[in-house]
């Protein structure tokens, strides 16, 4: 059963300190070539950006690579950048080589320079579908938050003129959840709305 950072009908359960999540990580076996893949999953403006900042900056020297590093359009299917995603970084690093990154940059339409990913210990995946099935995850972590309030982070960030696009979004990434059943293979759930750089 997955542990849990969330409130359950018994009570609040104890928090977890990044220290102590970046312990139990990194004790797991590699499971991309030498790498600890670490997944954080959940719905869009739950917090995954945020927490992943977090945990690597405990874990460092841990990369992260985010599905908004690639270019996914917001009719797209969730799981668009899975595949450029095994192309340029998972299978490098499976043969234990650095990956090659070009990180999609959504204000200027374009792609950056060339970046290496190194075969560190761990490696941070965030971002919708990174825990689905066929992920090679070692540890899934899934962030989640009441609609209104994901709703108005996202509107937030990409602007109010987005509304439709990220009302259609979350339909389509519930619908991807469900169908992948991600939740119910996560090691971790964290409550989007109260962790903090310090615990979670």
């Not at 070692?138 to 960030?157: G, K, N, T, V």
């Amino acid at each position: 059963m997955p542990q849990s950072a969330m409130p359950s009908p018994a009570g609040p359960r104890p928090s977890v300190t990044y220290p102590a999540l970046a312990a139990r990580l990194l004790a797991l076996p590699p499971s991309c070539g030498p790498v600890r893949i670490v997944a954080v999953d959940g719905p869009s403006g739950a917090g995954k950006s945020t927490f992943a900042d977090h945990l690597a900056e405990v874990l460092v020297g841990a990369p992260v690579v985010r599905s908004d590093d690639f270019r996914v359009p917001w009719d797209a299917d969730p799981l668009t950048w899975w595949e450029p995603l095994r192309h340029a970084v998972l299978d490098p690093l499976r043969d234990g080589r650095p990956a090659v990154l070009r990180r999609y940059d959504w204000h200027r339409d374009r792609y950056g320079p060339e970046e290496r990913v190194p075969p560190a210990p761990v490696l941070i995946i965030e971002g919708v579908g990174s825990a689905w099935a066929k992920s090679p995850a070692a540890y899934r972590i899934w962030i989640d938050a009441p609609y209104d309030l994901r709703r108005a982070r996202a509107l937030d960030r990409d602007g109010p003129e987005y509304t439709g696009a990220w009302e259609d979004w979350a339909v389509r990434e519930q619908a991807h959840f469900a169908a992948d059943a991600t939740l119910d293979r996560c090691d971790l759930l964290v409550d989007g709305t109260t962790f903090t750089p310090h615990r979670l």
